[in-house]
């Protein structure tokens, strides 16, 4: 099964998922439909036993969403009904994905492509790439699930770090944090990635499930905690500074922001 933003191929009961739009893979809202898509037949194929994601071309895993999609949506004050009540939804079927799911980091994960990583249950990164939480520049702030997800990994102290400068984390250094479970040389996570996954295919399906719901049951509040999130992103996106962050971005300027506080 393939389509153009998302493509996808069992073998050996390993389903690879490959973010196809190089070099940056950006979340743009029809990437997200696609990859909703691929993810719900994947995870009633009794042929894909385990999940790889991963992205396409040696740039990027995913360097989250689209920046250029913001203007509209900032100008019609729809972020949540247009963008980021589905992107959670989808999101959130791989973190809930019933198989186990494997992240191939063949480059940076920025953003939301961080948010998608921490959904499956092992990250495979390539040495000397970044990952980073940088949505602070636009005057926006993480809206998929990373102030839960990410937070539940590191722990908050880490997480907030990574969040209030938004700079990029060396792979390494992630590594040494447990936010990713293996650093491999360049040009292999997705080799050591289906390594993994073939090996996990020769273990009791069942018992893998049963090991996925019985974590699960530990982050049973993250649904809601995730979905508290909306609401402040939403007031994020309305703000002056996020009309400044994303016309800066786009500009390739320095923003100005407000960095005074609220009255």
Known sequence: MSTDLVTCAVEDHVAVVTLNDPPMNVTTLELTRQL?????RLADDPQARVLVLTGAGDRAFCAGSDIKEFPSLIADGDVVDRKLSFE???????????????AALNGLAYGGGLELAV???LIIAEAG??????????????????????TRR????????MMLFGDPLPVETALSWGLVNRVVPGGHALTTARELASRLTELP??????????VHHGRDGDREAIRSTLPLSEQAFASPDAAEGVRAFLAKEAPRFNTASEP
């Open 36 to 40: 909703n898509a691929v993810l719900r």
């Open 88 to 102: 959670n939804e989808t999101f959130g079927l791989l973190d809930e994905f019933p198989k186990p799911t494997i």
């Open 119 to 121: 959904c499956c249950d």
């Open 129 to 150: 790439t970044d990952v980073a939480l940088p949505e602070i520049k636009l005057g926006v702030i993480p809206a998929s699930g990373g102030p839960v997800r990410v």
């Open 154 to 161: 590191l722990g908050e102290a880490r997480a907030v770090e």
């Open 205 to 214: 399906a069942t018992a893998l499930a049963l090991v996925k719901q019985a």
